[in-house]
T-cell receptor, first 110, second 113 residues
């Protein structure tokens, strides 16, 4: 079992729709959870991080964390073609390592 | 405020050769982590350096080694290169090993032929 798992996609949504990206993790003692965006050929850039159960909103982005279910999600509202990228879920585990999932490719169609 | 800088940006090496990649962390950061990202995959943790010592290591063979200098810059060395070592190598810096503060460099694209 991989420590951090994501659906590789691609996930295709029309412009203006809500994109929902999901991630599960295996280390129950994990403390912090991150979403990074990576454009093709570029390095990852941090979008959001979340520590506590519940929702955290930042503009069009909402991160959701459910520690009991070991589940993290990212919602992107009013999706734009510029949101087309690979979204990486990362988990700060008990061992103090930042572990990434394989990423979900998102395509927003005009 | 300078971000994380990596050099070189691209590199082509032959199987069996050795390579050194370099990273200068973001100003104010003292911890450097190295990741390997194969095409279509997420970044895989190689190791982390703090206070000039290797603090954490991922599941990579001893052919992968590193170093951190007193100015917090870091090198990643790979010996006896294999075709499978072809990947994007990412350096991330942070302050005192805080996961919230990871900033990535633009990476070094290594191709082994």
């Amino acid at each position: 079992q991989k420590e951090v798992e994501q659906n590789s996609g691609p996930l295709s949504v029309p412009e203006g729709a809500i994109a929902s990206l999901n991630c599960t993790y295996s280390d129950r003692g994990s403390q912090s959870f991150f979403w990074y965006r990576q454009y093709s050929g570029k390095s990852p850039e941090l979008i959001m991080f979340i520590y506590s159960n519940g929702d955290k909103e930042d503009g069009r982005f909402t991160a959701q964390l459910n520690k009991a279910s070991q589940y993290v999600s990212l919602l992107i509202r009013d999706s734009q073609p510029s949101d087309s990228a690979t979204y990486l879920c990362a988990v700060w585990n008990q061992g103090g390592k930042l572990i990434f999932g394989q990423g979900t490719e998102l395509s927003v169609k005009p | 405020d300078a971000g994380v800088t990596q050099s070189p940006t691209h590199l082509i090496k032959t199987r069996g050769q050795q390579v050194t990649l370099r990273c200068s962390p973001k100003s104010g950061h003292d911890t450097v982590s190295w990741y390997q990202q194969a095409l279509g995959q997420g970044p895989q943790f190689i190791f982390q350096y703090y206070e000039e010592e290797e603090r954490q290591r991922g599941n990579f063979p001893d052919r992968f080694s590193g170093h951190q200098f007193p100015n917090y810059s870091s090198e990643l060395n790979v010996n006896a290169l294999l075709l499978g070592d072809s990947a994007l190598y990412l350096c991330a810096s942070s302050f005192k090993d805080r996961g919230s503060g990871y900033t990535f460099g633009s990476g070094t694209r290594l191709t082994v032929v």
